[in-house]
T-cell receptor, first 113, second 114 residues
Framework: GEKVEQHESTLSVREGDSAVINCTYT??????FPWYKQEAGKSLHFVID?????DRKQSQRLIVLLDKKAKRFSLHITATQPEDSAIYFC????????????FGQGTILKVYL | EAAVTQSPRNKVTVTGGNVTLSCRQT?????MYWYRQDTGHGLRLIHY???????QIGDVPDGYKATRTTQEDFFLLLELASPSQTSLYFC?????????????FGPGTRLTVL
């Protein structure tokens, strides 16, 4: 079955710098790639997603890149702020509607002043 | 904003005990999911459902049963709990049929099996 690997377990960046979190997946049939954020002691919430018919998507300070050939996708957070500090999870799904998500292990992002 | 609630928020039981975790969503979403979160594993899908009476097997179903009694309510049952089932459990919902692909998560239930 699908496996999603999140390459950075912890990432520390200075406020205002960019943060990049990388994920790889194994199933070439995966077509939907969302990202979720979990703040300390809280639940997860959706931040951004990308589908396999595009290779780049931006929402304000968040950019997602998808390289289908390499089976790799990444989340770029520009101009980081302290409130970006959280655990970020990437995920992949074979279904175009996003069911049956397979999650990565999570990346702890710390933004310091 | 989609609302997903879970109960109880914390539960302690003993090995061999019987546990039911409850989830309710009030946004008429078709899909509901049960995940467990463990350090080093991220979230793993246990079971999911696309409507009342429907059940789909997830990636780590062993030792778990689930039942979707209504569109709003989804239950996770551990009939013979084991210490390996100590985890943080999340319920989520989505409505992919209407183009709502993002999943809305509940606050989580922390289960400890002694």
């Amino acid at each position: 079955g699908e496996k999603v690997e999140q390459h950075e377990s912890t990432l520390s960046v200075r406020e205002g710098d960019s943060a990049v979190i990388n994920c790889t997946y194994t199933d070439t049939a995966s077509s939907y790639f969302p990202w979720y954020k979990q703040e300390a002691g809280k639940s997860l919430h959706f931040v951004i997603d990308i589908r396999s018919n595009v290779d780049r998507k931006q929402s304000q300070r968040l950019i997602v890149l998808l390289d289908k050939k390499a089976k790799r996708f990444s989340l770029h957070i520009t101009a980081t702020q302290p409130e970006d500090s959280a655990i970020y999870f990437c995920a992949a799904s074979r279904t175009s509607s996003g069911q049956k998500l397979v999650f990565g292990q999570g990346t702890i992002l710390k933004v310091y002043l | 904003e989609a609302a997903v609630t879970q109960s109880p928020r914390n539960k302690v039981t003993v090995t061999g005990g019987n546990v039911t975790l409850s989830c309710r969503q009030t946004n008429s979403h078709n899909y509901m999911y049960w995940y467990r979160q463990d350090t080093g594993h991220g979230l793993r899908l246990i079971h999911y459902s696309y409507g009342a009476g429907n059940l789909q097997i997830g990636d780590v179903p062993d030792g778990y049963k689930a039942t979707r009694t209504t569109q709003e309510d989804f239950f996770l049952l551990l009939e013979l709990a084991s210490p390996s089932q100590t985890s943080l459990y999340f319920c989520a919902s989505s409505d992919a049929d209407w183009g709502v692909y993002e999943q809305y998560f509940g606050p989580g239930t922390r289960l400890t099996v002694l």
